[in-house]
């Protein structure tokens, strides 16, 4: 799989250029989300998971390298597979845990679930579970930071699928008309649910659903955390500055299936080979190696850091108490 | 008070909350220059600007979405639905999302937002642009529903649903838009629960909403020729639905009907009927009876739509057959 770019329609904002503590930030924080993942995976088959939980590891790439050009007060939005931006975020992992459990201490008290991790006081506007429909409020999101005029932005991640929907149709349009701070990431993982992309949208490369909207539109190899930084810095500046929202196509793949009940036997054998030779992180791990930025054992370091920090949030959170189900609904809801 | 129409009311409460809180905008379709295709927005892009008064492209999905967007971030937004009809297009975003993003996050992420739908039959517009709506999202909780029958109502409702911390869904009826009526401007603002007894009465109870209500009165008139005094109920608010007041009235008249302008099944009737049964049953001297539109969608016609509407004849005899 080859990663196309393309170029972008408007003047260049600066790119700040990553230091050596940002590229070290980026690898733990992929380490960190890959690790949460692997936690709530084990989590599940330990029974402490209900229902269902859509996994993220393979596409760490993109919330860590998105992650880290978002500002404080800056909107996101994501979909039920959102673990990732959310921890990139720094939504604490205990509290995320403690929410797939349903748990009294989980992030929105237990009523949410592993597909709706929201904590507003962090920019994390809302998960949605129904496919597309998170868009339409980050424009929503897009107006009020265009009328905020403080130069803040809102971000929504979407997958593939979501493209075939009319709310991402209505979204981007919207969005260009009102030439909004908005950034459509599109996680671009070519399988919408049990089904590849092949088979329910007319070509691959996403990008062209942009040039409809006349909107920017950049496609970037999303297992390359550095890649997605730059597009994304690139597209952040833009919308800071008033020159309007921009598509940013993430090219990347999901190592598991859509859900924990979907062990993904419909996928090619060897299309799954050749991603997993492209783990996100063990790119990463390289390139960070061979700038002696890193070393294996000090990688190795890092991983079993947060590997302990996840299990030890996750202990923590199994140990947390159910909510009350006495629960008032009037004064959650209408107080 | 001041006699003015009910478009009138809810321009000057429009107008009145935006010059209070400037965190106030709405968004719909040619609301802007054009001022609604009701007119329900005239002047206001002119006094508060396009950035305040947007006209949208024709998607509703989008700007609905786009009002819980902006609520959840700080502004207080309102969306006009031209013809609540149009509902159906963003079912999913008022259902899934809007209803219930403030439970899902623990109750943390508050959603003061206002969506209004202008509904009803009678103007001729046909099956697909005469609905009220009212009943679609009954079933739904962590909306609020109000269904004002007058331009009193339609000012202090749409005031009242626009302070709200919460979605508010508000129905207004088109052909109710050219009415007057006595608007206490400047007054306090009501409560968005609670029906509210417009004539008393010791025979029967008939509970009405929007354009049913003058409905209902009128029957009321023909009845009070006949010797029977019906007692008539704006229910006001569907959700949260009080029937209190509404047993309490059935403990008196023994008789209930009600009437509403959409077909019988899911229709809100058949859920006051229900509560008053549950907390009134020993003072029914007959079943409650129903007055609804038939079982079809409306028809074009107007011979054919004026008899699908419950006219004030029908809801009189059906009150006549059960006292």
Known sequence: ?335 | MQEITYREAILAALQEEMRRDDKILIMGEDIGPSGGPFKTCQGLYEEFGPARVRDTPIAETGFVGAALGLAITGYRPIAEIMFADFLGVCFDQIVNSIAKHRFMSGGKVKAPLVIRAIGGAGLRFGAQHSQTGESWLLSVPGLTIVCPSSPNEAYGMLRAAIRADNPVIVFEHKALLSTKGPVDIGGPIPPLTGPRVLRPGSDATVVASLAMVGRALEAAELLAKDGIEAEVIDIRSLRPMDTGPIAESVRKTNILVTVEEQAQIGGWGGEVAAQVTESAFDYLDAPPARVTLPDYPVPYSPPLEDAAIPSPERIAATVKSLV
């Open chain 1, 1 to 335: 799989m080859k990663a196309k770019t393309a170029k972008p329609q408007r003047a260049t904002a600066k790119v700040r250029p990553l230091t050596d503590k940002d590229r070290l930030d980026l690898f733990r924080m992929m380490v960190r989300i890959r690790e949460f993942e692997e936690e709530v995976q084990r989590s599940y088959l330990e029974g402490l998971v209900h229902g269902t939980t859509h996994l993220c590891q393979g596409q760490e790439a993109v919330s860590a390298g998105t992650g880290i050009v978002f500002r404080e007060d800056d909107y996101i939005g994501y979909t039920y597979r959102g673990h990732g931006i959310c921890i990139a975020r720094g939504m604490d992992a205990e509290a995320a845990f403690a929410e797939l459990f349903g748990r009294e201490t989980g992030v929105c008290g237990g009523v949410g679930g592993s597909m709706h991790l929201t904590d507003i006081d962090k920019g994390l506007i809302g998960a949605f579970g129904i496919v597309g429909g998170g868009l339409p409020v980050s424009v929503g999101a897009g107006v009020t930071a265009q009328l905020n005029g403080r130069g803040q932005i809102s971000a929504t991640f979407f997958g593939d699928g979501a493209t075939n929907i009319g709310a991402f149709h209505e979204a981007m349009n919207i969005a260009q008309v009102w030439k909004l701070p908005v950034l459509f990431i599109c996680e671009n993982n070519l399988y919408g649910e049990f089904t590849r992309i092949n088979h329910t949208t007319p070509y691959e490369d996403l990008i062209k659903r942009a040039k409809g909207y006349e909107m920017a539109a950049v496609q970037v190899d999303g297992n390359d955390v550095e890649a997605v930084y730059a597009a994304t810095a690139e597209a952040a500046g833009r919308a800071r500055a008033g020159g309007g929202p921009t598509f940013i196509e993430c090219m990347t793949y999901r190592h598991r299936g859509h859900s924990r009940t979907d062990p993904a036997k419909y996928r090619d054998p060897k299309e799954v080979e050749a991603w997993l030779a492209r783990d996100p992180i063990k790119l990463y791990e390289a390139a960070l190696i061979k700038r002696k930025l890193l070393t294996k054992q000090k990688a190795e370091a890092i991983i079993a850091e947060e590997r302990a920090a996840m299990r030890a949030a996750s202990e923590r959170a199994a140990a947390a108490p159910w909510p009350d189900a006495g629960i008032d609904f009037q004064a959650l809801t209408f107080a």
